[in-house]
């Protein structure tokens, strides 16, 4: 009941990018009671069942607590040396862009600022690129192209304010369900809920409006809401005069195709009614946010969804006011602090891009050569480089490759063959099962650092444990081989020290206070340690700034908005006789990721206990396959064998896979191992989305 414990630190949830506040009440060895911190502004002290759950997943079992070297025990100095000397000789024989780093939205800013400094400041190349690769990529480069940097505009706030929320590819419901249940108390004065989702999930389950649209047919969907909102004369024309490029050359791409609500219903295989309907509610209310996340971003077109929810916002002014603004929510806990340190293999650190200018501000910034000229390879490319031979070290911080990327098979293969991987980590993995070298990391519960969540929010990840075995920090791991590399720059005594070093850069020669961290760039260590929730950017006075471009300037260099004209292409590979379904994975209520912190916990297992496969009950009619049976799901890339779950929630010719099931759970449920590793050609997210697939009894 916690009345023994020794002491509650506040802290912050692992999971998702809603950033809940948890306080911890920490008793005898490694027990923790864990409740909701009521003070922190994200959650206001609720909790979902994965945050609630964090204090059964703090055990030691499957945690790496000593360096080894090819499976056999070493201690730091050799691992240190051996990783440094490795990565030397690679780059000394082949060229910087002959390693990578491969790192994850669960390290802390302070860690991602360190692998960033390291490869593209030192290494000399832009190969480190994140998993976040697969959450968020595409909302990144539609935020670049719209508003000339990747900022979300909004905060939760605008979330209760708003009077029509639409989830646009996004089930909140169980991906972000602290924020859900937000929406849903506002919902009680009135707020109006609209789900756009091929799946009938439980956040479109009690929506006002659910549109079940064909796969990938949302930039037609939203192509023929503007086209709606200029025929009805539903524009904010002084906004955009004042505001906003590009409208003319959006509109006039428009009309090239029928934008008839009749076409635009038979192309997204809606009823005409349900599109009117949601028109005319987005018409009515303008406090409108349009929440976008996996459904929009895992696609081959992702980028141009994005832009086409964004232009929507820009030509009805519905951006930088209360209630009102296109808002991309994250997947991950620390997603938005790697896009800010410049974790993606095509940025520089805060938000800067490659230019020559931003190239040369960092390096002097640094004391670094300017050497890293272009942008890394991203995610999918990156062990693509690694399978045929260009990578040849390859560094996996805090992330499960061998499960999560698409074609999942292929990265094992390209991981096998590769002449030298590191993995640091808290646990053992699939990805650490081909590691020569595997370092320990801290876990959540150990790590000491900050994180960033979807609505800009800095908060502190505190340690609640002392490090157990021989555990590091992800940060102080790489600035050791850092230093072993013979690099000057690495010797922080601690993470305040790297948050300071961090926070200054942002504000280095910043000609424009807007990105900065400027009021965070002395933080003493004892400020540093109490440091209160606090949205980026953060001005020198320290304060916070919930809501961007309430003026109406953007980054761009004329300060105003672009509309982007986009068009709809469809999936990236059309169904066949061959391969007649469209395959969907993503994430259930109760896992997280790779299950190697939820699959710990008995709770959460319980909601879905085994890899599935659902199916609408006329497809599983069809096909001879009932509920609760086992059937195997075919692509042209792999198969896999999940229970059948029929059900009226699952569109007419399509499937949904969890893809959190790895080898240690059910090896055979491994669902993103079927999809091809199709992407945006901007982005370079992955369509997880769409996959034609076949499935049958097994
Ligand atoms: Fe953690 Fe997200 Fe649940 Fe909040 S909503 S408790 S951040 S998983």
Redesign the pocket.
């Known amino acids: 009941d916690g009345s023994a414990a020794l002491r509650t630190v506040k802290t912050t949830?692992?999971?998702?990018?809603?950033?809940?506040g948890?306080a911890g009440a920490v008793g005898e060895g490694r027990s923790v009671l864990i409740t909701?911190d009521a003070a922190h502004p994200?959650?206001l002290g609720r909790?979902?069942?994965?945050?609630?759950a964090l204090g059964a997943t703090v055990g030691l079992e499957g945690r790496l607590l000593e360096p080894t070297i090819n499976g056999k025990s070493a201690n730091w100095h050799e691992a240190t040396a051996l990783v440094a000397r490795r990565f030397k000789e690679t780059i000394a024989r082949h060229g910087p862009d002959s390693v990578a780093f491969y790192v994850s939205g669960q390290l802390l800013t302070e860690d991602y600022y360190v692998a960033n400094k390291l490869m593209k400041g030192f290494i000399g190349s832009g190969n480190i690129d994140t998993n976040s690769r697969l959450c968020m990529a595409s909302a990144v480069a539609a935020h670049k192209q719209a508003f000339g940097a990747d900022l979300v505009p909004g905060c939760y706030e605008d979330l209760e304010l708003a009077d029509l929320v639409v989830f646009s590819g996004h089930n909140a419901a169980w991906t972000?369900?602290?924020?859900f249940r937000r929406m849903e108390q506002a919902r009680a004065r009135g707020q109006k809920h609209v789900v756009i989702d091929p799946r009938r999930t439980d956040t479109a389950e009690g929506a006002d409006l659910h549109l079940a649209i064909a796969p990938q047919s949302d930039v037609r969907l939203w192509n023929g809401l503007l086209a709606d909102l200029v025929r009805r004369g539903a524009i904010d024309r002084d906004y955009i005069a004042s505001h906003v490029n590009g409208f003319e050359q959006v509109t006039a791409a428009l009309v090239e195709s029928d934008q008839s609500l009749s076409a635009v219903a038979a192309d997204c295989g809606v009823a005409i009614e349900d599109l009117r309907t949601f028109y005319d509610l987005f018409a009515a209310n303008a406090r409108t946010v349009s929440l976008f996340s996996m459904g929009a971003n895992q696609s081959a077109q992702g980028v141009a969804k994005g832009l086409a929810i964004i232009n929507a916002h820009l030509a009805t002014g519905r951006i930088g006011k209360p209630g009102a603004c296109p808002f991309s929510i994250t997947g991950q806990?620390n997603a938005m602090g790697g896009r800010e340190t410049g974790g993606m293999a095509n940025t520089l650190a805060g938000h800067m891009d490659f230019s020559p200018e931003d190239r040369d501000r960092v390096a002097r910034f640094w004391g670094a050569p300017d050497t890293t000229r272009a942008p890394g390879l991203k995610a999918v490319e990156m062990f693509e480089a690694v399978r045929d031979g260009r990578i040849k070290a390859i560094w996996v911080m805090a992330t499960n490759p061998a499960v999560s990327l698409p074609a999942s098979g292929a990265v094992r293969d390209a991981l096998a063959a590769c002449p030298f991987v590191v993995v640091s980590d808290c646990v053992e993995t699939d990805t650490t099962a081909f590691a020569h070298v595997k370092l320990p990391a801290l876990a959540w519960g150990e790590k000491d650092g900050t994180v960033t969540n979807s609505e800009r929010r800095i908060s502190r990840q505190r340690a609640l444990f002392p490090p157990p075995g021989q555990a590091r920090a992800d940060w102080k791991i790489m600035a050791d081989v850092a230093t072993a590399m013979g690099f000057d720059g690495f010797g922080w005594a601690s993470n305040a020290a790297v948050f300071r070093e961090w926070a200054r850069l942002t504000a280095y020669e910043n000609r424009d206070r807007f990105l900065s961290l400027a009021g965070l760039s002395a933080l003493t260590p004892s400020a540093y340690g109490e440091l209160l929730p606090v949205q980026w950017p953060i001005g020198v006075d320290g304060e916070g700034t919930p809501r961007l471009f309430v003026d109406g300037r953007f980054q761009t260099p004329d300060r105003r908005a672009r509309m982007v004209p986009v068009l709809p292409k469809g999936p990236a590979e059309l169904t066949s006789a061959a391969f007649p379904m469209s395959l969907n994975t993503g994430r259930i209520r109760d896992q997280?990721h790779t299950m190697t912190r939820t699959g710990l916990a008995p709770d959460l297992c319980r909601h879905a206990p085994e890899p599935y496969v659902e199916i609408h009950p006329e497809d599983a009619e069809a096909l001879g396959l009932k509920d609760g049976a086992l059937a195997r799901v075919s692509t042209a890339r792999a198969e896999a064998v999940a229970v059948a779950k029929v059900s009226d929630r699952q569109r007419r010719g399509s499937l949904f896979m969890p893809m959190h099931w790895t080898d240690a759970f059910a090896p055979s449920g491994r669902a993103n191992a079927l999809v091809e590793p199709r992407v945006d050609p901007t982005s370079g997210q992955p369509e997880f989305k769409h996959t034609p697939a076949r499935v049958r009894p097994y």
């Open positions: 949830c692992a999971y998702c990018g809603v950033g809940c948890v909701g994200a959650n909790l979902c069942s994965k945050g609630s972000h369900p602290v924020l806990p997280w």
